[in-house]
């Protein structure tokens, strides 16, 4: 099977796929230090929750191969700062807080060791992270396959395949399943506004993966759901809430009424690593507001008129009464979801 690498650790640096140029352009970004690795989180040349997560761990690892120290406590209090610039670059996607806070109960669970061994240590925690995603993701994937049936239809939104994560994806994981296990399933991606997520990144990966999919404008979902074509709708998630509460791209929230309306089920793919079991309900999930010129512009296209008044909330909320299953790597939970979603 083709496979993606949306993110390597190589050489004791982290190398990612330029996301911000496909599908025009495969570029690979080498990046030595954690700050203009943290700038690469922020400007979407890495994005997707999972992705996001790996990222910042390597980020921490990064920024802990650069401290010289003395002492566990002066690199520690230099590590920290590392983590909290990596912590404010994107404040929806969960993976990222999981991820930097796994990487600092690592940090302080092994002070006895030495610089030298902390700092490879720290290495490879954040290498495990990655292996531990692409695992889960396969895992998710294989459960949420048993809900496609061969010649399906399915609907999915923004891009939570290979490139948003360490490998194969968590919706589109759920189809390369499918895949591998001799499935034909057609694809409709929705495009994605407003940068595009859908056709750039989702059309792009899933034809390299030889899955056919037709890419539509987000406002032709509810025509084609009127028209019997689709089956079922799988999205990724960048935050579930305790009560199964879903957070995903702009646009998901539509996507689910649109479902709930037509009698089409809607499934969210994520790892456990994606559930915060702090936030009670997706009312306390913080949503990202992003640039006001992703909006008014397409590249350096202007498409709107100069100073309008622009709303760009990167991120919506699903409440769980219209998610019909949640596909994680423990199995499959249907609503009404209880806490951590067991069956
Ligand atoms: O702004 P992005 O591109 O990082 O948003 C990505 C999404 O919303 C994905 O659907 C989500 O992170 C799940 S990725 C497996």
Same mark, same amino acid.
């Given at each position: 099977? #083709?496979?993606? !690498? ?21 570029? #690979?970004?080498? #990046?030595?230090?954690?700050?203009? +690795? ?40 230099? +590590? ?26 690592? $940090? ?19 290498? !495990?992270? /990655? ?21 399906? %239809? ?24 499918? %895949?591998?296990?001799? !499935? ?12 595009? %997520? ?54 998901? /929230?539509?996507?689910?009424? +649109? ?7 809607? /499934? ?32 350096? %296209? ?21 998610? $019909? ?19």
């Amino acid at each position: 099977m #083709y496979t993606i !690498k949306t993110i390597e650790w190589k050489n004791d640096k982290v190398v990612m796929l330029d996301q911000r140029l496909l599908p025009e352009q495969e570029i #690979y970004n080498t #990046y030595d230090d954690y700050a203009s +690795l943290a700038k690469a989180i922020e400007n979407l040349t890495v994005r997707g929750a999972p992705a996001i997560g790996v990222a910042a761990a390597m980020g921490m690892a990064l920024g802990a191969l650069g401290i010289s120290a003395k002492n566990f406590d002066d690199f520690f209090k230099k +590590l920290e700062t590392v983590r909290e610039r990596l912590a404010r670059t994107r404040p929806t996607a969960v993976n990222l807080f999981w991820a930097l806070e796994r990487m600092k109960r690592v $940090t302080l669970e092994n002070k006895t060791l030495s610089i030298p061994e902390l700092q490879e240590c720290l290495k490879e925690e954040a290498i !495990k992270i /990655y292996h531990e995603d692409i695992e889960a993701n396969r895992t998710l994937g294989k459960h949420g396959a048993t809900l496609l049936k061969d010649g399906m %239809q399915v609907l999915t939104h923004c891009n939570a395949g290979a490139l948003a994560t360490a490998g194969f994806g968590t919706a589109l994981g759920v189809i390369y399943a499918a %895949q591998e296990e001799g !499935k034909r399933i057609h694809v409709y991606s929705d495009e994605t506004r407003p940068v595009l %997520q859908g056709s750039r990144l989702t059309a792009w990966e899933l034809q390299k993966h030889g899955v056919e999919v037709t890419v539509i404008c987000d406002n032709m979902a509810g025509t084609l759901m009127q028209q019997k074509k689709i089956d079922c709708c799988i999205v990724g998630a960048d935050r579930i809430a305790a009560n199964g509460d879903v957070v995903n791209k702009i646009g998901t /929230y539509s996507v689910a009424v +649109l479902a709930k309306h037509h009698g089409i089920p809607f /499934y969210v793919a994520a790892p456990l690593s994606t559930i915060d079991v702090k936030m009670k309900s997706g009312k306390e999930i913080p949503i990202e507001e992003r640039n006001i010129r992703e909006v008014t512009h397409i590249k350096d %296209q202007m498409i709107a008129p100069s100073h309008v008044d622009v709303f760009n909330p990167a991120f919506d909320c699903t409440p769980n009464e219209l998610v $019909t299953a949640i596909i994680t790597e423990k199995g499959i939970s249907r609503s009404p979801f209880q806490e951590p979603f067991s069956k």
